[in-house]
């Protein structure tokens, strides 16, 4: 969910109860670097460094991050290099400490599985972020946003700790050239496959919204996938584009039809296990989905506002009081994501959904996790977006109607999980919250009188009077 609203915290309390706790590794230097920057409250990053197995590069991250007491409120974090083709050897070795981190204290005081939550639309950091997780004894691997068929062979290859390439998506590029980036594990960290010997694999299971995708992975991926996660259009965060022609209703949101519905029958019998997403957060969906012969559902808004929630508790409670209120509204935005794709926003004063909000503020671009590769006038790879100053992105190459209304997601989730930047001229970016529409039912995981919930009453709420159907 988002940059670190699904943190460690929240896995952790998830997979205490019994069931698979997922952490975002979208983005997660970043957040490394922030909470090191903050002073590292608890000490949870230190603890997580200590048990790195290279505590000269854990070492060396402390040195360069971390502030004793946290910096001050008008000081902006340091940001990591941006993602090229040939990443430095600190930004690869960061991305894999990260990840490490992150998932190392999902894991830590109990024995239940974790799973880790990447991008396809985010490809470069992905090999490094996998190998991180990988390290520290992640699970299972959910990748959404795009078409991850490379990710088992990935996988497999990095238990090993052999060298993995990624094909990049590049815009423009002709039809015989194949743009990799590279990522070898034993340049970063020479001595881990003896220290060490091979890594779990981690189970693989892509996010798919049609039957068409299911059948494509499954058909060409480089290796094993272990099962799917069926997402459908009123999840948050990202939604897959409607199949066919793309229309918008009165409020500028995509229609999807039939056309979009997952025939589930149809995957069933593919034969492999699956879970269903995206309003599936009462007992009766869970189900339901169960009668249908999904292992169980994927459930994200109703974390997201829970009190182990990574999101800026301000803006949770704010929201929370909305939907008490009956006065919440979740718009699918067409315009929003610089990666295209429909992006759900919450309706609220003061964030980026905020017109006022919006127009007042400098187009930046200075993390660049969202930025497109396209093949530049020397046949090379440049990288653009179309939430970037609208000069920078022309001079790129890029189509002026491409950069209306595109809002700096990389910033905004970011302040969204308590890491807002002070930018130049002391500006503090503003933040920007994504919701499925079944956040309109957040009080029914609440007792009356309250404004705020656990991980455990969520799920308490979402087994009650749930019976397994017998197998067949």
Known sequence: ????????????AVAREGHLGVVSGTGIQLVLIARLTDGDPGGHVRRALAAFPDQEVAMSIIDKYYVEGGKAPEE????????????????????????????????????????I???????????ASLYGAMLAGVDVVIIGAGIPIQIPGILDKLAKHEDVFYRLDVIGAEEDEDFRLHFRPQEVFPQFPEQLGDLHRPLFFPIISSNVLAL???????????????????????????????????????????????????????????????????????????????????VGTAFAYCNESGMEQTARQRVIDKVLKEEAEVLTSSRVSPTGFPFKVVNLEGTLADDEIYEARPRICDI?????????????????????????????????????GRTCLCNALGSAAKMPQMQRYGYLEPLIITSGD?????????????????????????QMGVVEPAGD
Request: hydrophobic share 35%; with cysteine.
């Open 368 to 404: 660049g996790f969202l930025r497109t590769p396209y093949r530049n006038a020397k046949g090379g790879v440049g990288f653009r977006c179309t939430a970037e100053p609208v000069d920078t992105f022309l001079k790129k190459g890029g189509k002026l109607e491409d950069t209306v």
């Open 117 to 127: 939550n990447l991008l396809e639309k985010v490809q470069m950091p992905n090999m």
């Open 438 to 462: 079944d956040l309109v039912f957040l009080k029914r995981y609440m007792k009356p009188g309250e404004r705020s919930y656990s991980a455990r009453e969520v799920l308490e709420y979402l």
């Open 76 to 115: 902006p974090y340091k940001r990591p290099t941006m993602w090229s083709m040939n990443p430095p050897h600190h930004l690869l070795a960061e991305t894999v400490v990260a990840n490490f981190v992150e998932v190392w204290l999902a894991k830590e005081g109990h024995d239940n599985p974790i799973g």
């Open 216 to 298: 494509a992975l499954q058909k060409r991926s480089t290796g094993k996938i272990n099962g799917f996660v069926i997402e459908l259009p009123s999840a948050g965060g990202h939604n897959a584009p409607p199949r066919g022609k793309m229309e918008l209703n009165e409020k500028g949101e995509p229609i999807y039809t039939d056309k979009d519905k997952v025939n589930l029958e149809k995957i069933r019998k593919m034969g492999l296990p699956f879970w269903l997403a995206g309003g599936y957060g009462t007992p009766e969906k869970l189900q339901e989905a169960l009668d249908a012969g999904a292992q169980g559902i994927q």
């Open 1 to 12: 969910m988002g940059v670190a609203i699904s943190d460690y915290n929240l896995a952790n």
